[in-house]
């Protein structure tokens, strides 16, 4: 992650920054001046992301290669952006995967890597994290949760099994910390127009964009002190991909 950099901005971890969500999320913070760690499994990804917001001048921006299911990688990510920046006022934990199938379609291999990313991951990053934001006695964790985190649908009953569960984790995180000045949101959006899940173009013609949940977090970092969004719903309207689909994966 280089040198040390003491920030006196705020400093924020974004997980599954490479693409989609994640990406435009990092983009969102970096453009309120916010120093970000930007951490996925892929490194090649993570570097575009980085030069490009750097080629917009927008605050500084470190990133580390990590996986959010093993533990000595998010020990890693915490600890040096704790080093290289002094503090953490920020965690957007973002990194998700989705499987759709009908439920005798499912592997314990599909379960397991789906609830070590959905579930596993987020406990671990917050584990780690939350230390230092009760030290500091402030702090924000914002979990990207889902739509399917309040409902049921065909073919979601894993993925939405694992949403419930952020969602859970959210509401009792929250009474956990609230005594300390830290606030914690879960974010719940409806389709976004990435390639998650492996979802095709005509099957989410009713989508958000990327940029639309990065909204959402902007506003949440950026309310008054006194106010502590407990959920934030976002659901689509009909979506006519003026743009094209491929560049915005």
Not at 52 to 74: F, Q
Not at 111 to 133: A, C, I, Q
Not at 171 to 198: H, Q
């Amino acid at each position: 992650m280089g040198e040390i950099m003491q920030s006196n901005n705020k400093v924020a971890i974004v997980t599954g920054a490479s693409k989609g969500i994640g990406r435009a999320i990092s983009y969102k913070l970096a453009s309120l001046n916010i120093d970000l760690v930007l951490a996925s499994r892929n490194s090649s990804h993570l570097e575009n992301v980085k030069k490009e917001i750097l080629d917009l001048g927008s605050g500084k921006v470190s990133i580390l290669a990590t996986d959010v299911t093993k533990e000595e990688d998010i020990k890693k990510l915490v600890e040096k952006t704790i080093t290289r920046f002094g503090h953490i006022d920020i965690l957007v934990n973002t990194a998700g995967v989705g499987k759709f199938k009908r439920i005798d379609d499912f592997t314990l291999d599909d379960y397991n890597s789906l609830f070590d990313v959905n579930v596993k991951g987020l406990f671990l990053l917050t584990k780690y994290v939350v230390p230092h934001l009760i030290s500091q006695k402030s702090g924000h964790i914002i979990n990207i949760s889902s739509i399917a985190g309040k409902n049921g649908f065909k073919s979601g009953t894993l993925y939405s099994a694992s949403k419930h569960a952020v969602q859970g984790f959210t509401w009792s995180l929250r009474e956990d910390v609230k005594e300390y000045g830290i606030k914690v949101t879960a974010v719940c959006p409806g389709s976004v127009v990435t390639r998650f899940g492996g979802k095709e173009v005509d099957q989410v013609e009713w989508s958000l964009e990327p940029e639309d949940v990065a909204h959402a977090i902007g506003y949440l970092v950026t309310e008054s002190d006194s106010v502590n969004t407990a959920e934030i719903v976002i659901k689509p309207r009909y979506n006519p991909r003026s743009v094209n689909w491929e560049l915005r994966v």
